[in-house]
């Protein structure tokens, strides 16, 4: 009954928009579906942070180049073709003749405005140091040079854009297909503000527009007859869900409302591992915990080691989430051969003790009420509880759980006001700066506030090394210094997809980072409901 009321509020919610907006379309023949697991943030490319915004900016907006939907290797987006130079340094593309949503034209000069614009310190993008690999963009972020004539992007004519690196990067085409790196229609910005990314007022150049968008009940996609590709494009209409409760979707999924479902309840995966339309597929991902390094009791690594120490990672795994996620003592996963991360901590409660009473608290005595947060999710909550029953146990300290919505967990995060946060990090391409370069001081993604200048200098001079062994033992030891000296964060599992996905579906492949393009996506409507 409760799942049947909720699809009633969904579909009253959008009479009453339409009621208002004019007469319901037709509903478009082929519809795709999906759980998209939180509410975005945003859906502004700049601006965003998360994988929900990344799979909405998939849909909407394209780079430079995009991703093949089986490899996620990069291949032609807005540009049809480039040429790289003889020292990796210097990338010229060519642009195809491609309009926006509202038909304007779309060329170089949109890109290197958009980046101009992720790069503005006053835009306040996380993501900028993704750009910093072009030639003076950080110096440019950081104030240090205020022409941006002098960073390394030239717009040669409106089919030909010229892109200078600092140093070669041979992830560098992967990594244009990321989001900070999308075009935003710049005059739409101006016009409507902060409103720009509203129905009725975004503008796209993606293989789909947004239709509807009703908070907390879904977000309707529909094709984009101006796409430059848009004869490729199967797909009538993507509707995404926010369900952030695990059980709801479920139901949701077994009601034959929805075609994938990317995160499934812990307590039912001995169960679902039996279902027919079950998927476990590896993911480039870490589960980890932050701390707050700014602050006691977090700002001392004797206790940072602690609570690492104290935690039976083994146990989450085996237990909690039915042995099929790998507990984790690194940060970057074991999918990058032949980088080899170092062996973190194992779990050690009497060092641990031991550890914490060094810090100035014996068996807890002393020691401040700290809290938890995560964002909401039965998965995180279980497994914060059992963190807060081995911390108890072992170190005699109270631990509070909070959980938050996805934009007030974001924004807890991103200000700093919290003790320990539950995070994770999927990766932006395969390498392991992706993993490791965000912990740098004043990384957009640190939000630990920890600094250490041996890591800064250790993750800069993986930059200038050409010699890819060098360069690999580069990044083993900061990843030393991150889980095994410093700890300003305490993986906890490496990922895994488990996921539902209906036989109707087609065009969508597994990958490491669970990324599937809606442009290949296509529906067969012969295939049993």
């Known amino acids: 009954m409760r799942q049947f009321l909720i699809v009633l509020a969904i579909v009253a919610g959008g009479v009453a928009l339409l009621m208002v907006a004019g007469p319901a379309p037709q509903r478009p023949a082929k519809t795709f579906t999906f759980n998209n697991g939180a509410e975005p943030e945003t859906l502004d490319p700049a601006l965003m942070t998360g994988v929900p915004e990344h799979t909405l900016a998939m849909a909407l907006f394209e ?6 939907p089986k490899t996620l290797k990069p291949v032609p987006g807005v540009a049809k073709s480039w040429t790289i130079s003889d020292d990796g340094l210097t990338y010229t593309f060519h642009l195809r003749a491609c309009r926006w949503s509202n038909g304007d034209p ?23 140091y993704q750009l910093w690999h072009i030639k003076n963009a950080r110096a440019y972020t950081e104030g240090k040079i205020t022409d941006f004539s002098k960073v390394g992007v030239r717009v040669i004519d409106e089919r030909t854009l010229e892109v200078r690196l600092e140093n070669p990067a041979a992830y560098f085409l992967e990594l244009l297909a990321f989001e900070t790196f999308m075009p935003v229609h710049t005059r739409c910005l101006a016009l409507h503000g902060k409103k720009w990314t509203r129905v009725g007022k975004i503008v796209c150049n993606g293989p789909f527009v947004l239709a509807q968008w009703l908070p907390r009940h879904r977000i309707v996609m529909h094709k984009n007859p101006l796409y430059w590709d848009a004869a490729a494009v199967k797909l009538d209409q993507v509707v995404a869900y926010p369900i952030d409760d695990e059980n709801t979707a479920l139901r949701t999924y077994k009601a034959g409302k929805i075609h994938w479902l990317n995160a499934l309840p812990n307590p039912l995966i001995p169960r679902l591992k039996k279902h027919p339309h079950y998927r476990k597929a590896p993911y480039l991902g870490t589960y980890f915990y932050r701390f707050n390094c700014t602050r006691p009791p977090f700002n001392d690594r004797r206790v940072r080691i602690a609570f690492n120490l104290a935690l039976d990672k083994d146990r989450i795994c085996r ?10 003592r690194a940060f970057v996963p074991p999918m990058m051969p032949p980088y080899q991360s170092p062996d973190g901590m194992a779990y050690a409660p009497q060092k641990a003790a031991a550890l914490l009473a060094d810090a100035g608290y014996p068996a807890g005595k002393g020691f401040p009420r700290v809290t938890l947060i995560y964002n909401t999710s039965k998965r995180h909550q279980r497994i914060a509880e059992v963190a807060q029953k081995q911390w108890k146990e072992t170190l005699g300290v109270d631990i509070n759980l909070v ?24 990766g932006d391409y395969l390498d392991p700066k992706t993993f490791l370069d965000m912990f740098v001081t004043g990384g957009g993604n640190n939000r630990t506030g920890w600094s250490h200048k041996r890591y800064d200098q250790l993750i800069a001079q993986t930059d200038r090394t050409a010699d890819a062994a060098a360069r690999l033992e580069l990044f083993r030891e900061a990843e030393k210094i991150l889980v095994c000296d410093e700890l300003p964060v305490m993986p906890v599992h490496f990922y895994v997809n488990l996921s539902l ?7 969508f492949y597994g990958n490491p980072r669970d990324l599937h393009p809606f442009k290949y996506i296509d529906i067969n409507q012969a295939a049993p409901k």
């Open 501 to 507: 996905l209906h036989p109707s579906v087609q065009g």
């Open 319 to 328: 237990y909690v989430l039915h042995g099929e996620y790998q507990p984790a």
């Open 403 to 426: 959980s938050q919505e996805w934009k007030v967990y974001l924004k807890t995060v991103s200000t700093l006001d919290y003790d320990i946060a539950r995070s994770a990090w999927i």
């Open 106 to 128: 779309l060329g170089a000069t949109d890109f290197l405005q958009s980046w101009r614009r992720a790069l503005e310190p006053k835009t306040a993008a996380e993501y900028a």
């Open 63 to 68: 780079g430079l180049v995009t991703y093949h």
